[in-house]
């Protein structure tokens, strides 16, 4: 199992960016998924949440309303969508298989996210 985060950068506030997770060694299709972000000396947490079919999303309080989870299981990819980005949203973003608990031990990279003027 892999998991390959991308897209991640510096922005400023209200700024938007699009994160990707391409996922291999297993089929997304059959999973729900999760993004998560680690902010500087802060534990991991949950950020947004997909079901295997895409018909049910959640976020967490923090985002709701600015950021957008969506999966494209033909490319075994899972996307977060950004907007109107908050100083408090810097931190290293993954994603894992599983909703809202990672069913994998398994962490990729993360991609950095840096929100700052």
């Known amino acids: 199992v892999q998991f390959v985060e991308s897209g991640g950068g510096l922005v400023q506030p209200g700024g938007s960016l699009r994160l990707s997770c391409a996922a291999s060694?297993?089929?997304?299709?059959?999973?729900?998924m999760t993004w998560y972000r680690q902010p500087p000396g802060k534990e991991r947490e949950w950020v947004a949440a997909i079901t295997s079919g895409g018909g049910i999303t959640n976020y967490a309080d923090s985002v709701k309303g600015r950021f957008t989870i969506a999966r494209d299981n033909a490319k075994n990819t899972v996307h977060l969508q950004m907007n109107s980005l908050k100083p408090a949203d810097t931190a290293v973003y993954y994603c894992?298989?599983?909703?809202?608990?990672?069913?994998?031990?398994?962490w990729g990279q993360g991609t950095q996210v840096t929100v700052s003027s």
């Open positions: 060694g297993f089929t997304i299709s059959g999973y729900s």
């Open positions: 894992n298989a599983g909703y809202r608990t990672p069913l994998y031990d398994y």
